[in-house]
Structures are given as C-alpha cells and as structure tokens.
C-alpha cells in the first residue's frame, strides 16, 4: 500500500530540515509519537527505534534514515518492527525563500494474508490520518522556529 501527504510550510527549507532530523524531540510535539531512540548515528545514516501510538494501538519499530541535506531529502526503511514492510521517504520542496512543502511518501505491507482484505482498509485509513497529523506538527514547529528567527 503506498501513501502520499504533503503540506505547505511558512519556512524556507533549512528550517524544516532541521525540524525533520530532530526526531527525538518528536515526542514533545506530535501526540502519537511516545518515544524516539537514536540507536546509532554516522555520517548521513541514523538508526532509530520507534514507539507510535494509532488509535489506542502501540507499535514499535526500527528503521533506517540516509538523509541528503543537500537535497533535503530523508529515505527511511524497516529495519525491524510489526509490519512486513515500511519505507518511504520525505523531500522538502522550496516554494519561494521563506515557504515550502513539505511531503511524505510511504509504503507499506502486513504480511497476513486472510485478514488483509478485511482491516487493510481500516489501516490505511488510520495510517493516511498519523501522517497528516505528522506533517500539521512539523509545520507548526517549523513556523513557530521561522517566526522566532525574524
């Protein structure tokens, strides 16, 4: 299943990077975001380990992030975690000096063949809102950031 979100964001690209690579300060702006672990850190590669909640529903995962802030671009992949697979990426597109957007792309699989049908819908649903709801907190952190360096 692949998904796509985007937002347009009231901050030039650097900031919003910046924000994106933050990811252990997720948690004190994005609700469903419990806990974000770096486990480990070299060069343009990070290994962190995740912990979501969806709607009542914990999941935890590991997964692999190469970012190219030239580029302002992050690639993600599953590392190990409750779905079979989870990759994607998010690219930060400049709008003009002081807006861009933002977008996310993901694609994903469960790995349980007679229940897919039923609750993969249901899934995608849910997933499709986490990712709105993420791209809304970065771009409210991110203009909180460009507001406060004018």
Do not use: C, H
Not at 1 to 14: C, G, H, R, S
Not at 59 to 72: G, L, V
Not at 85 to 96: Q, S, T, V
């Amino acid at each position: 299943m692949n998904l796509k979100e985007e937002i347009e964001i009231n901050a030039n690209q650097d900031i919003v990077f910046k924000v994106m690579l933050d990811l252990e300060k997720f948690p004190e702006f994005m609700e469903d975001v419990k806990k974000i672990t770096i486990l480990q850190d070299e060069g343009n590669k990070r290994i962190s380990e995740w912990e979501a909640e969806i709607d009542g529903l914990l999941f935890k995962w590991q997964e692999e992030d190469i970012y190219y802030p030239q580029e302002y671009k992050l690639t993600y992949k599953l590392i190990k975690g409750d779905l079979d697979k989870f990759e994607g990426y998010w690219e930060i597109i400049k709008l003009n000096d002081n807006k861009s957007k933002l977008v996310i792309f993901l694609s994903f699989d469960l790995n349980i063949p007679t229940l897919k049908s039923l609750i993969m819908p249901t899934i995608k649903f849910k997933v499709k809102k986490n990712l709105a709801l993420m791209l809304k907190a970065i771009k409210s952190r991110a203009e909180s950031l460009a507001i406060n360096q004018i």
